[in-house]
C-alpha cells in the first residue's frame, strides 16, 4: 500500500470542526494534545518549522511523540526493531512531505498514532510476528515532562478496557493490534460476526465516554 | 446530525482499517453522501487514537533518535528547496553592503578629484594673491624710494597719478612732492563723473617726502570718470569739495 492511499484513508474529506477529536483538545494525554505541551513549542510552532525545512523541528516532534509512535507499533509488531523501523518511517513521512497532515482537520498527537498503528498493522499483515508479544522486552523510560498527566491518562485507559466485559476487550484488542477483521476475529472465538462488530463499536464508544467528563 | 444505525457498527471497523469487502464498498459510498456519519467516523479515529495509550510505556532506544535525525540530515531537500526568505537576508545585506562600497569609492574618487582641482585653483589664486600683495606692498611701503621723474632741470611740482578701472571701481593714486598741509587738514582727493557731483575718493597726507598713495577708497559701483581733482579739506573729509581745485587731470 502506497503511502498516500494509507493517508487518504484516515483523512477524507470531511467535516473540518468535527476532525479533533474532543478528548484531545486543549489536553495532555500521554504527548497527544494538539494544542500546547508545557515546556515547548506548540504542535503548530513544530509543524510549522518542519514545513520550512528546520530539523530542530524534527527534533522537538521526535521528543514529544516518539513515546506514542514507538510504543503502538512494539504493541503491534511486537519487535523492536520493526518498531524502530515504523517509528522512522512515519517521521521521515512527514518531513518528506509535512502537507499530509492538515492541522486545521486534527491533532498532530492522535493523528500520528493512527498513522503508526495503521503502518505497524501492514507491516504485521505483510509478515506475522515471529515472537510472542508477551515475550518482547519493555524498557521503561517515563519522560519527565508531563509525566503525571500521561500516566492518568493511560491508567485511564487501561482502567476503561480493564472495566469491559473480556470478550469485548479481547474484540476490541484484536481489531486494534492485531489488524484483524470481524470475520478473523468471528473465526478465531468462534463468535457470531454480528457480535464482533457490536463489541468493537461498543469498545470505542467505552472509551469515548471515559474521556468525555 | 445523526449517524445511520445501520452503518455504526461498520464506521467503527473502519475506524480501525478493518473493515472489508462489500460492507466496506457499501459504506464508503453511503459516505460519500453523509456528513454525520464522516463526522463520527472522524470522531471514532480519535477513540481509536485513544487506544494507543493501553500501549503506552514502552519508549524508543536513544540510537533511534539519532538515526532519525541523521536520515533527516541526509534529506535536506525541503530545507533547500523551500527555504525561509530570512535566509537569504545574509547575502541581501552583503549584497547591499557591497553595493554601498562601490558608491562609496566612486564618490569618494569623485571627491579626490574635487578636492584635487581646487587645490590647484587654491594655489593659483595663493599665487595671484601673492602677487597683488607684493604690488601693494610696495605701493605703501614707507620705505620705498619714490621717484618722479620728468625733463631735466625741471623743478620739482607737485604731481599725482591716477589708475582707475571703473568696472571694478578700483582706484590706485600716487601723490609725489606734495606740500605739506598744517595740522587739521588733509588733501582729499575727488572723482569727477561725466554726470553729477564729484565724489570723494580718499583723504590722504604727504609724507616726509610729499608722496602719498591712495588704494581702492570706497567708490560708487561703475562710475564713469571725466577727471579727477584734490582739494585741501579738513582732516576728516568732506562731502563736498572746497574750492579751490588745487591739481585736476582729465582721463587720457
Redesign the interface.
Known amino acids: 500500500m502506497g503511502n498516500a492511499v494509507m493517508v487518504s484513508?484516515?483523512v477524507?474529506?470531511?467535516?473540518p470542526a468535527?476532525?479533533?477529536?474532543?478528548?484531545?483538545k486543549g489536553k495532555e494525554?500521554?504527548g497527544?494534545s494538539g494544542s500546547e505541551i508545557k515546556g515547548g513549542m506548540a504542535d503548530a510552532a513544530v509543524v510549522s518549522a518542519i514545513?520550512?525545512?528546520?530539523?530542530n523541528g524534527?527534533?522537538a516532534l521526535?521528543?514529544r511523540y516518539?513515546?506514542?509512535v514507538?510504543?503502538?507499533a512494539?504493541?503491534?509488531l511486537g519487535d523492536?526493531g520493526a518498531?524502530?523501523d515504523v517509528?522512522?518511517e512515519v517521521?521521515?513521512q512527514l518531513?518528506?512531505n509535512?502537507g499530509l497532515f492538515d492541522s486545521s482537520r486534527?491533532s498532530l498527537?492522535?493523528?500520528l498514532?493512527?498513522i503508526?498503528?495503521?503502518r505497524a498493522?501492514d507491516g504485521l499483515r505483510k509478515r506475522r510476528p515471529e515472537t510472542d508479544i508477551a515475550d518482547v522486552v519493555?524498557?521503561?523510560?517515563?519522560?519527565m515532562a508531563g509525566a503525571a498527566e500521561?500516566a492518568r491518562?493511560?491508567e485511564k485507559?487501561?482502567g476503561t478496557?480493564g472495566s469491559m466485559p473480556s470478550a469485548q476487550r479481547q474484540a476490541?484488542?484484536m481489531?486494534?493490534?492485531e489488524?484483524?477483521?470481524?470475520?478473523e476475529i468471528s473465526a478465531k472465538t468462534g463468535e457470531p460476526l454480528?457480535t464482533i462488530?457490536?463489541r468493537?463499536?461498543a469498545g470505542?464508544?467505552a472509551?469515548?465516554k471515559a474521556?468525555a467528563t | 446530525m445523526s449517524v445511520h444505525e445501520q452503518f455504526?457498527?461498520?464506521?467503527?471497523?473502519h475506524?480501525?482499517?478493518?473493515?472489508?469487502g462489500e460492507e466496506r464498498v457499501a459504506l464508503e459510498k453511503h459516505?460519500e453522501s453523509c456528513?454525520g456519519c464522516?463526522?463520527e467516523?472522524?470522531?471514532?479515529?480519535?477513540?481509536?487514537?485513544?487506544?494507543?495509550?493501553?500501549?503506552?510505556?514502552?519508549?524508543?532506544?536513544q540510537r533511534?533518535?539519532q538515526?532519525?535525525?541523521e536520515?533527516?540530515?541526509r534529506?535536506?531537500?525541503?530545507?533547500?528547496?523551500?527555504?525561509?526568505w530570512w535566509t537569504l537576508v545574509p547575502w541581501v545585506a552583503a549584497a547591499a553592503l557591497a553595493a554601498g562600497l562601490v558608491a562609496l569609492w566612486l564618490r569618494n574618487s569623485d571627491l579626490q578629484q574635487r578636492i584635487a582641482g581646487l587645490e590647484n585653483e587654491s594655489a593659483q589664486q595663493q599665487a595671484e594673491l601673492q602677487r597683488a600683495r607684493e604690488v601693494v606692498s610696495t605701493l605703501t611701503a614707507t620705505d620705498a624710494l619714490r621717484v618722479t621723474v620728468v625733463a631735466a632741470k625741471t623743478p620739482p611740482q607737485p604731481q599725482g597719478k591716477a589708475i582707475y578701472v571703473r568696472d571694478r571701481s578700483s582706484l590706485i593714486f600716487l601723490a609725489s612732492n606734495f606740500e605739506a598741509l598744517p595740522a587739521q587738514k588733509a588733501y582729499e582727493l575727488w572723482l569727477i563723473p561725466t554726470s553729477g557731483a564729484p565724489i570723494p575718493a580718499g583723504v590722504f597726507k604727504p609724507d616726509a617726502h610729499g608722496s602719498a598713495t591712495v588704494i581702492n577708497p570706497p567708490l560708487p559701483a561703475g562710475v564713469q570718470a571725466k577727471a579727477f581733482a584734490i582739494t585741501v579739506e579738513p582732516e576728516g573729509g568732506s562731502a563736498a569739495p572746497t574750492m579751490p581745485i588745487l591739481m585736476i587731470g582729465a582721463g587720457e
Open positions: 484513508r484516515f477524507p474529506g470531511g467535516n468535527g476532525a479533533a477529536h474532543p478528548y484531545f494525554i500521554n497527544l514545513r520550512s525545512g528546520d530539523e524534527m527534533a521526535y521528543d516518539s513515546a506514542v514507538y510504543s503502538v512494539l504493541r503491534v523492536t518498531a524502530e517509528l522512522q517521521f521521515m518531513w518528506r509535512p486534527g498527537g492522535p493523528w498514532a493512527v503508526a498503528r495503521h498493522i519493555v524498557s521503561v523510560e517515563t519522560d500521561r491518562a493511560m485507559v487501561r478496557l476490541l484488542e481489531a486494534y493490534f489488524g484483524l477483521s470481524h470475520s454480528g462488530k457490536t468493537i463499536r470505542l464508544m472509551l469515548r474521556f | 455504526a457498527d461498520d464506521l467503527a471497523l475506524a480501525l482499517g478493518v473493515l472489508e459516505l456528513a464522516r463526522r467516523l472522524e470522531q471514532l479515529r480519535g477513540d481509536t487514537a485513544l487506544m494507543a495509550l493501553s500501549a503506552g510505556g514502552p519508549t524508543p532506544p533511534a533518535r538515526r532519525l535525525l536520515s533527516v540530515a534529506e535536506p531537500r525541503r530545507a533547500s528547496a523551500r527555504r525561509g
